[in-house]
């Protein structure tokens, strides 16, 4: 397997079950190559000679990609995920204020540096930009579109449901840590959206009440 092949989808499903969303964050940046070797042998604790034959590297140089990923992953640091919903909110108000207002400046403040988003478009197929210059930059770009904004509690955090002549057009949920938005996922699948956004607006609308 070649290491701009991509990862092991079977590792890589294993992973989101077995690490944090922070440490997902930081593992996601790293180079194809380098996040094989990190996983399978720091997490799934694989030979660096079993690795090797899936990276197409030596043992040796297999080791240096461990060990250079595990210097990246210990450095990132990166904040604990926000428990509290009042503070979630306020992030993710300031983030969609910032983008309506078109101020790339404020949007990348609530933005945490490796931030990922995701777009999930159904049978169109997916988007994903990460960074937080990418990330402002489409943010900014949709900041003219006709639509409302509904708050709703998605996964148990902060999130908002997404009408346009009072439909639901999409879903998204928020990951905020330390006062910024880590991760942002949106569902645009009409036949997702259609299931999702209801009950959504109907959690937020009981923990107001």
Do not use: C, W
Not at 85 to 92: C, E, H, N, W
Not at 104 to 133: E, N, Q
């Amino acid at each position: 397997m070649s290491p701009e092949a991509g990862s092991d989808p079977e590792a890589e499903a294993v992973l989101a079950d077995s690490v944090g969303f922070a440490l997902q964050i930081v593992i996601g940046t790293l180079a194809p190559a380098e996040r094989l070797a990190f996983v399978l042998h720091d997490i799934f604790d694989l030979p660096f000679d079993e690795i090797a034959a899936i990276v197409g590297r030596t043992p040796q140089a297999t080791r240096q990609l461990a060990s250079r990923a595990r210097r990246r992953v210990k450095e990132a640091e990166l904040p604990a995920q926000e428990r509290d919903l009042a503070r979630q909110r306020k992030v993710v108000d300031a983030f969609f204020a910032a983008g309506r207002a078109g101020d790339f400046d404020a949007l990348v403040s609530v933005l945490h540096p490796d931030v990922v988003a995701r777009v999930d478009l159904g049978t169109s197929g997916s988007k994903m930009a990460r960074g937080a210059a990418a990330v402002a930059r489409h943010a900014r770009q949709g900041a003219g579109v006709d639509a409302e904004l509904h708050h709703a509690l998605i996964n148990g955090a902060a999130g908002v449901v997404v009408t346009r002549a009072g439909l639901p057009i999409a879903v998204i949920s928020f990951t905020v840590a330390a006062d910024r938005i880590v991760e942002i996922d949106t569902i645009a699948d009409p036949e997702r959206v259609a299931k999702l956004a209801v009950p959504a607006l109907a959690r937020y609308q009981i923990l107001e009440g």
